[in-house]
């Protein structure tokens, strides 16, 4: 399945990453809007969450990576959307 939304965070601890070897969330962002996609280059874990609860709608799917616990993020938008209703 492709996604409908992409949002995507920024580097944790880029000074531990070289600059090649570093994901560059503005230039995928950039790739996937030239191919017609809607994304989002995020600055918080909240402003992640303030998009996911704005957009998602009831039987949508959404899905979280991340390689640490991510501020809570995973946890702290399930409270959000059920506050949402």
């Given at each position: 399945?492709?996604?409908?939304?992409?949002?995507?965070?920024?580097?944790?601890?880029?000074?531990?990453?070289?600059?090649?070897?570093?994901?560059?969330?503005?230039?995928?962002?950039?790739?996937?809007?030239?191919k017609?996609?809607?994304?989002?280059?995020?600055?918080?874990?909240?402003?992640i969450?303030?998009?996911?609860?704005?957009?998602?709608?009831?039987?949508?799917?959404?899905?979280?990576?991340?390689?640490?616990?991510?501020?809570?993020?995973?946890?702290?938008?399930?409270?959000?959307?059920?506050?949402?209703?």
């Open positions: 399945l492709e996604a409908d939304h992409t949002l995507i965070a920024p580097v944790y601890q880029p000074e531990k990453i070289a600059r090649e070897e570093r994901l560059d969330p503005e230039k995928i962002v950039g790739e996937l809007r030239a017609g996609k809607e994304a989002l280059s995020c600055h918080s874990t909240d402003e969450i303030q998009q996911i609860v704005s957009k998602a709608r009831e039987g949508d799917i959404v899905c979280l990576m991340s390689n640490g616990g991510f501020d809570n993020l995973a946890s702290r938008l399930i409270r959000k959307l059920e506050e949402r209703g």
